[in-house]
């Protein structure tokens, strides 16, 4: 690959002059190869002479010469004879280009092959048609750019097509025939001659009928299967390097940037990219040479395919634009363009052109069998990313949206949580104070009322102080009948709520005097074993219950005896089931119950409000999130650019 910053014009003039630095020969002409302005600049360079000759052509005639002409002379000829040195053929520094230029003033030779005609320029080289005069045949031949002065990695590299192709028997594969050297020390390839145009020449008409493109890549991928079970991967399949001949067959050339096993790791090492940017994969994008594989000419296979289908490449702009899509855009789905592109060939296509290697067809028999499979109108093997490969895909190539998405989300799903606990914690406490002080205020009540009874004298009133004051008058309740008869009326009033005394061992005339479930019951005894004479406020026992979904506070505190009252329970005539009872036994408990669904339900009402808030919160978040990530995306295409 080339940089694309355009050289100086002083450095084009003094390569057209062979001037120029030798290591610097190749990657001037792969730029020349992909720039039409520069060329155009250095076609106007080959025309033109260097100082020495426009100095010796004023000489035919007599003529004054400054001092500053002479010195400017002199250099000129210190330069033309240093560069002899190293020029001492008929073939200039850039060979390819030499012949070529020859070729159009007349027939031009080459070791025993007539050059008929320039094919065009690959790699590391012209292409030739030639007559081979030996063996009587056409061929193809390819001659090294640096010509005589190339370095030995130049030659190196210009060889390892012969080395690659040589292996290769494959009709869709364009044969090697032979190498060779010429006296001048340029080397040549001398290959089959394909009559025909390549790709990209067929590209230039249009867009390929679907089924027909599907046919050629098939079988590019049979060759290139051929190929990779001989340990060769191309790393460079393009357009340009696939010829069509007459009967519209397929066949890959170029073979220079091709990888044959893990010694020629020295020559692509990590960092170095190799390929053209538009075709090349991901792994190759990023330098990853030990990485690239046969999954890489599965990627390049499907962007041919992807261009015959639309016409278009999948990414467009310079060579850092375009390593930077490859590396992290999505190409838009073919069908997006062309709706008369088959869906199954559409997920072929991406398919072969996954980011990830692991999720690419895994060789290019899988992508030939699935190819043969929508030819046949089968089913195909291949499947549409689904929508959690998507995300997990944009995941992997946006980490900082990701990340505070993730934070968005489990900030707000802990907060949501966390304000729901709370805001149950406070209800259960705010019912528990309301108890206690309910609990509090029929206490106080009770012991008002006993006190106010207890200074009655019988002797000197007719108000009877019973239980069944109700049915005698005049009369008053007595005070345990008091607190009672005062439960079930607030009990009545207040819907939901319960208040009621009960004890172990109640009145005989009470109904339901007793406990009424389990849990009264093991209340009660907890109160016996806790509470004690003396305690300056009563022994609580509470626990938090749902009934039929409906989550209530079940509060129990406890009825001492009092001194005044041993004499009315112990008693021979009373009526109390125990006869025993002592100043400070638990004589029963007060039970108030208390329904909590009112207070929940006011308080998700105030929490729905905070929710709104933090999910606008998280949405602005969201949103400031992913324009961070589209301007940093532009900023770095820019900086590309």
Same mark, same amino acid.
């Given at each position: 690959?080339?940089?694309?910053?355009?050289?100086?014009?002083?450095?084009?003039?003094?390569?057209? =002059?062979?001037?120029?630095?030798?290591?610097?020969?190749?990657?001037?002409?792969?730029?020349?190869?992909?720039?039409?302005?520069?060329?155009?600049?250095?076609?106007?360079?080959?025309?033109?002479?260097?100082?020495?000759?426009?100095?010796?052509?004023?000489?035919?005639?007599?003529?004054?010469?400054?001092?500053?002409?002479?010195?400017?002379?002199?250099?000129?000829?210190?330069?033309?004879?240093?560069?002899?040195?190293?020029?001492?053929?008929?073939?200039?520094?850039?060979?390819?280009?030499?012949?070529?230029?020859?070729? !159009?003033?007349?027939?031009?030779?080459?070791?025993?092959?007539?050059?008929?005609?320039?094919?065009?320029?690959?790699?590391?080289?012209?292409?030739?048609?030639?007559?081979?005069?030996?063996?009587?045949?056409?061929?193809?031949?390819?001659?090294?750019?640096?010509?005589?002065?190339?370095?030995?990695?130049?030659?190196?590299?210009?060889?390892?097509?012969?080395?690659?192709?040589?292996?290769?028997?494959?009709?869709?594969?364009?044969?090697?025939?032979?190498?060779?050297?010429?006296?001048?020390?340029?080397?040549?390839?001398?290959?089959?001659?394909?009559?025909?145009?390549?790709?990209?020449?067929?590209?230039?008409?249009?867009?390929?009928?679907?089924?027909?493109?599907?046919?050629?890549?098939?079988? =590019?991928?049979?060759?290139?299967?051929?190929?990779?079970?001989?340990?060769?991967?191309?790393?460079?399949?393009?357009?340009?390097?696939?010829?069509?001949?007459?009967?519209?067959?397929?066949?890959?050339?170029?073979?220079?940037?091709?990888?044959?096993?893990?010694?020629?790791?020295?020559?692509?090492?990590?960092?170095? *990219?190799?390929?053209?940017?538009?075709?090349?994969?991901?792994?190759?994008?990023?330098?990853?040479?030990?990485?690239?594989?046969?999954?890489?000419?599965?990627?390049?296979?499907?962007?041919?395919?992807?261009?015959? =289908?639309?016409?278009? @490449?999948? $990414?467009?702009?310079?060579?850092?634009?375009?390593? !930077?899509?490859?590396?992290?855009?999505?190409?838009?789905?073919?069908?997006?363009?062309?709706?008369?592109?088959?869906?199954?060939?559409?997920?072929?296509?991406?398919?072969?052109?996954?980011?990830?290697?692991?999720?690419?067809?895994? &060789?290019?028999?899988?992508?030939?069998?699935?190819?043969?499979?929508?030819?046949?109108?089968?089913?195909?093997?291949?499947?549409?990313?689904?929508?959690?490969?998507?995300?997990?895909?944009?995941?992997?190539?946006?980490?900082?949206?990701?990340? *505070?998405?993730?934070?968005?989300?489990?900030?707000?799903?802990?907060?949501?949580?966390?304000?729901?606990?709370?805001?149950?914690? $406070?209800?259960?406490? &705010?019912?528990?104070?309301?108890?206690?002080?309910?609990?509090?205020?029929?206490?106080?009540?009770?012991?008002?009322?006993?006190?106010?009874?207890?200074?009655?004298?019988?002797?000197?009133?007719?108000?009877?102080?019973?239980?069944?004051?109700?049915? *005698?008058?005049?009369?008053?309740?007595?005070?345990?009948?008091?607190?009672?008869?005062?439960?079930?009326?607030?009990?009545?009033?207040?819907?939901?709520?319960?208040?009621?005394?009960?004890?172990? $061992?109640?009145?005989?005339?009470?109904?339901?005097?007793?406990?009424?479930?389990?849990?009264?019951?093991?209340?009660?005894?907890?109160?016996?074993?806790?509470?004690?004479?003396?305690?300056?406020?009563?022994?609580?026992?509470?626990?938090?219950?749902?009934?039929?979904?409906? @989550?209530?506070?079940?509060?129990?505190?406890?009825?001492?005896?009092?001194?005044?009252?041993?004499?009315?329970?112990?008693?021979?005539?009373?009526?109390?089931?125990?006869?025993?009872?002592?100043?400070?036994?638990?004589?029963?408990?007060?039970?108030?119950?208390?329904? =909590?669904?009112?207070?929940?339900?006011?308080?998700?009402?105030?929490?729905?409000?905070?929710?709104?808030?933090?999910?606008?919160?998280?949405?602005?978040?969201?949103?400031?999130?992913?324009?961070?990530?589209?301007?940093?995306?532009?900023?770095?295409?820019?900086?590309?650019?």
């Amino acid at each position: 690959m080339t940089d694309n910053v355009c050289p100086p014009s002083e450095q084009l003039r003094e390569m057209a =002059l062979g001037l120029g630095d030798s290591s610097q020969l190749e990657s001037l002409a792969l730029h020349l190869e992909n720039c039409p302005a520069c060329q155009r600049l250095f076609e106007q360079f080959d025309n033109s002479s260097d100082p020495l000759i426009r100095h010796l052509g004023r000489l035919q005639t007599p003529v004054e010469i400054s001092e500053a002409e002479c010195e400017s002379l002199a250099q000129a000829v210190i330069s033309a004879t240093s560069q002899s040195m190293y020029r001492n053929t008929r073939v200039a520094t850039d060979a390819g280009r030499d012949l070529a230029r020859r070729l !159009l003033e007349g027939g031009v030779t080459l070791d025993r092959f007539e050059l008929r005609s320039e094919l065009g320029i690959g790699s590391f080289g012209y292409v030739f048609c030639a007559w081979d005069p030996r063996l009587e045949r056409v061929v193809a031949l390819k001659v090294q750019r640096a010509g005589n002065l190339a370095s030995a990695e130049e030659v190196e590299r210009f060889l390892r097509e012969a080395r690659s192709a040589a292996q290769l028997k494959h009709p869709g594969i364009v044969s090697l025939y032979e190498s060779g050297q010429t006296d001048d020390n340029v080397w040549y390839l001398v290959s089959e001659y394909i009559d025909g145009m390549t790709l990209e020449e067929q590209l230039k008409q249009g867009a390929i009928p679907p089924h027909e493109a599907a046919g050629i890549v098939l079988e =590019l991928a049979d060759a290139l299967q051929y190929a990779h079970e001989q340990g060769v991967i191309h790393r460079d399949i393009k357009p340009s390097n696939i010829i069509l001949d007459r009967k519209h067959r397929a066949h890959i050339m170029d073979f220079g940037l091709a990888k044959r096993d893990s010694a020629e790791i020295t020559m692509t090492s990590d960092g170095r *990219v190799v390929g053209t940017p538009a075709y090349m994969s991901p792994e190759q994008a990023a330098g990853s040479s030990r990485l690239v594989d046969a999954r890489s000419d599965v990627y390049s296979l499907g962007v041919v395919l992807y261009e015959m =289908l639309t016409g278009e @490449r999948p $990414f467009h702009g310079n060579r850092r634009l375009l390593l !930077l899509q490859v590396l992290e855009d999505d190409p838009r789905p073919p069908r997006a363009m062309n709706w008369m592109i088959p869906r199954d060939l559409e997920i072929i296509c991406l398919k072969a052109m996954s980011k990830s290697p692991s999720r690419r067809y895994q &060789t290019c028999r899988e992508l030939a069998d699935d190819l043969q499979r929508f030819s046949r109108g089968k089913p195909i093997l291949a499947r549409p990313m689904g929508y959690a490969e998507r995300v997990l895909r944009w995941s992997y190539r946006y980490p900082l949206a990701v990340g *505070v998405l993730m934070a968005v989300i489990v900030g707000s799903i802990s907060g949501m949580w966390y304000l729901s606990s709370l805001s149950e914690f $406070f209800v259960r406490l &705010t019912a528990l104070e309301s108890a206690r002080l309910e609990s509090k205020m029929l206490d106080e009540v009770w012991r008002f009322y006993s006190d106010e009874i207890s200074d009655i004298d019988p002797r000197v009133t007719t108000v009877a102080i019973t239980e069944n004051y109700k049915n *005698v008058h005049p009369a008053l309740p007595l005070p345990a009948t008091f607190a009672i008869d005062l439960g079930e009326r607030i009990s009545r009033r207040n819907s939901g709520m319960e208040v009621r005394v009960f004890s172990r $061992f109640p009145w005989p005339t009470r109904k339901d005097g007793g406990p009424q479930s389990d849990l009264d019951l093991e209340a009660l005894l907890w109160l016996e074993e806790h509470a004690k004479p003396g305690d300056e406020s009563s022994t609580e026992f509470s626990r938090f219950v749902t009934d039929d979904g409906r @989550r209530k506070l079940l509060f129990y505190s406890s009825r001492l005896m009092e001194k005044s009252c041993l004499g009315c329970h112990n008693h021979p005539d009373s009526r109390s089931p125990k006869k025993d009872w002592k100043v400070g036994d638990v004589v029963g408990a007060l039970k108030i119950v208390r329904p =909590l669904e009112r207070e929940m339900d006011n308080t998700q009402s105030a929490l729905r409000g905070a929710f709104l808030i933090m999910g606008l919160i998280s949405f602005s978040l969201l949103a400031i999130s992913a324009g961070v990530t589209v301007i940093a995306q532009r900023r770095r295409k820019g900086g590309a650019e």
